[in-house]
């Protein structure tokens, strides 16, 4: 993660110096950005978001190389999926709201797809933290599934990692009773109308 930042702002440098021929695109940001994520350090998240932010910036002062797309969104949300943030659920859920707030406004570069829900989603799953975080963590999952079911968009269907990863929201965030088991069960209801219920599905559900 640190390496690939560094080569970036290698680049900048030299783009400054006048190597027109290492001008950074938004290609590159998303290949750093999801560097960072992978390397899971310890604020590895919030400087892809901060990257983000820059490409943003500078698209809007007229740099079209480094257009913000839907996938540099879905890195830094996945960045946060495979961080130590404690909160991380909350900035995803804020990213994804971005998305959709944006691309209803004629962005469509920036139009959430299913793996933007399925990051969200692998966010929530990943939460730690006291009753409080777990709670809204849950919430912010639930939140999510409901918008990816009433999106219209063809590939914005729900699948086997949806669900898997709902499943495990529902293990890690909420406590064992009887609510929990509705909640699963309505899942599994709806996993099998889908049609994808699969072992990777059957692996999460306790």
Do not use: W
Not at 6 to 35: F, H, K, Q, W
Not at 143 to 153: E, G, N, P, V
């Amino acid at each position: 993660g640190d390496n690939a930042v560094e080569l970036l702002n290698e680049m900048i440098e030299r783009v400054e110096a006048g190597d027109e021929e290492l001008r950074p695109n938004t290609r590159t940001y998303c290949s750093v950005i999801t560097a960072l994520g992978r390397s899971k350090t310890y604020g590895a998240a919030e400087s892809a978001e901060k990257l983000l932010e820059d490409t943003e910036r500078m698209y809007a002062f007229g740099n079209r190389e480094v257009k913000p797309t839907t996938a540099v969104f879905n890195a830094v949300i996945d960045a946060y999926a495979q961080s130590s943030y404690k909160r991380k659920a909350e900035r995803a859920h804020q990213l994804l709201l971005r998305m959709l707030e944006e691309s209803s406004e004629g962005n469509a570069d920036i139009r959430p797809d299913v793996i933007s829900y399925n990051s969200v989603l692998k966010t929530c799953a990943n939460a730690y933290g006291n009753a409080a975080i777990k709670k809204r963590a849950f919430l912010i999952a639930l939140d999510t599934f409901k918008r990816l079911s009433k999106s219209k968009a063809e590939r914005n269907r729900r699948t086997s990692v949806t669900y898997s990863l709902f499943f495990k929201a529902i293990r890690k965030l909420v406590e064992s009773g009887k609510e929990r088991d509705a909640i699963a069960r309505k899942m599994f209801a709806f996993c099998i109308a889908d049609g994808v219920l699969n072992r990777q599905v059957m692996s999460q559900i306790q």
